[in-house]
């Protein structure tokens, strides 16, 4: 009846386990998207490609990025690249890329300068929508033809983004043409160097071309501009589309937050974040909250990946009587931030109780980023901010403006002194609205495709060994055949489904384990003995094993004990080992002490010793303590110790080994 009942309860099991594994994997596949469900692209930066499905190799998203440069020709037309597998209502991709620029409105925001591209995988149609002010750039016949022939581009294989980039370039590219055609720019070669002028030739306009007044489709109207300015001659500020200010509610709520007590007394007590979690933010002091943590984090992510520039940020509430500025040059150091070979590294510094935010610059950095452009971004993105207590803003802000210095499209600031008091321009559009209050799907993201496959091929594999299990005539054999799905750690990384494969594990094994066994010899049945009992047919080894419960013994015997039968069951972790002289699991590691330290000038000796409760054997060896050496570069641990480490290279930390001389700017407020 039992046996019955275990079979039953198996079977569902397996029912249960299949459904949901197939569901998820159907769910996965057939994910569809309405417009709403998109996250709005973040323009003027890498935030452009939208891709909630991953589809995109990270190899195609850096050369998406890099034809940037064609759009930024003239700073404003700005690229938007969409790629979905499915589309639910509309389920019309025309009327699907309609509603997403008028959902995203933008025409308004981009001022009519925008290009767009939708790819719908399951339907097999790339969709291109133009921006008013560029359409006279761009034919009806000439983008009908580049979706004819991009559309065998993206449907070849699983689709993993060479077809998006393509059909992007040469979008670009078109006009970047009829740009370079119209101004009448030397430099310009129809068949080679279509960047050979940028940026050197955009520049000097600020990224306006003010001579320009018509296209080579010419609708008698200036397509730029509408009247040729002096505004970018005289280098007037152009606002980017950055993350707003908070309202002076969410200022008070999120300083409330802030551990007005926490301090670093010095860089040692500084954890890093990169050896803790993989993340640039150390945020101990809870300065910024999780939104901002996680928007940081992903700029500068997406940033290393496509560039591979280091940057650490470090949000201190107090650093003591310490200088910022050597503060941050030390860690900088201590931590190795950047490339060891092109010192590409950068530290951010934010010191509430000294009003202070500094920038530390690598060797590798400095050519790119300024020590005059540090400041700049501090003085326009961030202190305005900061006076007002609102570190997430300044914060977000001047990642973003940095981040754009690396992209090669930074904001362009006035000459005049920026350290004033004076009201600070924005503008009206807030892109993070969504972003915040409604994050990416859970189940789209890159985790839950490998949990799900991790899922499977586990549930797989129990499966597999089960069947195999269920061949083996030796019931003792088969118990230790399942053992490996007893361990706990298959709960916590798995929870679904583990946590009842581990229970079903579990009550089979004790059911094998105690199932009654018939002697091999004369096969009569046999009955388990109690642990009282079963001691007088153990050697004194065994039971020792069993004291120190690194092998638990059962002891099966006829009646008349005609036949014993002693099978062993080793516990999965123990600290005691097979003991040399009298080879049971009895042998341990009794201490471990040093008995002279290392020093920078020689080494030390230490000892161990090892003995067996069991025959008392016991063994005590010496041995050499390495002599400590000093780092040039300064780079040891933090003190957040015991973490694992993300780069193979670099000063005893996480990062790549870079140094700092001291370059770049603070500012205060």
């Known amino acids: 009846m039992m046996k019955n009942k275990l079979n039953t309860l198996l079977r569902l099991s397996f029912l249960i386990l299949f459904s949901i594994a197939a569901n998820n994997l159907i769910a996965q596949r057939n994910k569809s998207y309405s417009p709403k469900d998109l996250p709005v692209p973040v323009l003027d930066s890498t935030g452009f490609i939208i891709d909630p499905g991953g589809q995109i190799e990270t190899k195609w998203k850096k050369e998406m990025i890099g034809t940037r440069e064609t759009y930024f020709f003239c700073r404003y037309v700005e690229p938007i690249c969409v790629r979905v597998d499915n589309i639910s209502n509309p389920e019309s991709v025309e009327e699907f890329a ?22 719908c995988k399951s339907k097999k149609t790339v969709v291109f929508k133009i921006g008013s002010r560029l359409k006279s750039f761009y034919k009806t016949a000439w983008l009908r033809d580049l979706a004819r022939e991009t559309a065998d581009v993206h449907l070849i294989g699983d689709a993993t983004g060479t077809g998006d980039f393509v059909s ?66 005289q280098n007037e500020y152009v606002p980017k589309f950055y993350f707003e200010g908070l309202t002076p509610d969410e200022i008070e709520a999120n300083n409330k937050r802030i551990n007005k007590n926490g ?49 650490a940020v470090i949000c201190a509430n107090s650093i003591g009587e310490n200088d910022p500025h050597t503060f941050g040059t030390e860690l900088f150091n201590e931590w190795g931030v950047g490339n060891r070979k092109t010192q590409n590294g950068l530290v951010i510094l934010l010191v509430i109780d000294q009003h202070a935010v500094e920038f530390i610059t690598g060797r590798g950095t400095e050519g790119i980023l300024t020590d005059g452009d540090c ?22 802000r001047g990642v973003q403006a940095t981040c754009d210095f690396f992209y090669g499209s930074p904001p362009i600031y006035t000459d005049s002194d920026l350290s004033s008091d004076e009201d600070y321009t924005y503008d009206d559009y807030d892109y993070y609205d969504d972003y915040v209050s409604e994050p990416f799907n859970f189940f789209e993201s890159g985790f839950w495709n490998f949990y799900v496959l991790l899922t499977i091929s586990m549930s797989s594999a129990w499966l597999l060994v089960l069947i195999i299990a269920m061949f083996i005539a030796d019931l003792h054999k088969r118990y230790h055949v399942m053992k490996f799905f007893t361990l706990t750690i298959w709960m916590f ?19 094998w384990r105690n199932t009654i066994r018939f002697s091999p010899q004369t096969g009569e049945e046999m009955h388990k003995l109690g642990d009282q009992e079963e001691d007088k047919h153990l050697s004194k080894g065994q039971i020792s094993e069993e004291k120190v419960k690194s092998i638990d013994y059962d002891v099966w015997i006829t009646y008349g004990a005609k036949d014993v039968l002693i099978l062993s069951y080793k516990k999965w972790f123990s600290k005691h080992s097979k003991c040399p002289k009298c080879s049971y699991k009895t042998y341990f590691k009794l201490y471990d002490k040093t008995i002279s330290a290392a ?18 054997f016991s063994k005590t060896e010496r041995y050499t303590i390495p002599m400590k050496t000093r780092s040039s570069s300064s780079s040891g641990g ?30 205060r407020w």
């Open 599 to 616: 020093t920078y000038s020689s080494s030390g000796t230490g000892e161990r010793c090892y003995k067996c409760e069991n025959c008392g």
């Open 638 to 667: 933090s003190s957040s110790g015991g973490y694992s480490r993300s780069y193979s290279s670099g000063g005893g930390s996480s990062y790549g080994g870079g140094s700092s001389r001291g370059g770049g700017a603070g500012s």
């Open 98 to 119: 309609n509603q997403l620029v008028e959902l995203w409105d933008l025409e308004e925001k981009t001022n009519g300068r925008f290009v767009f591209q939708l790819h």
């Open 263 to 311: 301090i670093f007394t010095d860089i040692n007590s500084v954890p890093n974040a990169r050896e803790k979690d993989n993340t640039h933010v150390t945020d101990p002091h809870q300065i910024l909250p999780d939104y901002a943590l996680d928007m940081i984090n992903q700029f500068l992510k997406e940033l290393e990946d496509s560039l591979g520039y280091q940057v």
């Open 493 to 511: 990384i798995i929870p679904v489904p583990f946590v009842l494969i581990y229970f079903i594990t579990k009550a089979l094994m004790e059911k």
């Open 375 to 396: 400041y700049d971004i501090q003085q326009n993105e961030m202190v305005p901010y900061f006076k007002k207590d609102d570190y997430v803003t300044g914060m977000i």
């Open 168 to 233: 992007m370039q040469k979008l670009g590219d078109h006009i970047f043409q009829e740009i370079a055609f119209d101004s009448k720019l030397s430099t310009y070669d129809n068949n080679t160097g279509i960047h050979s002028i940028y940026p050197d030739a955009v520049e000097k306009s600020h990224g306006e071309l003010i001579t320009m007044t018509k296209s080579w489709y010419s609708d008698g109207n200036s397509i730029f501009i509408d009247q040729p300015s002096d505004e970018y001659v």
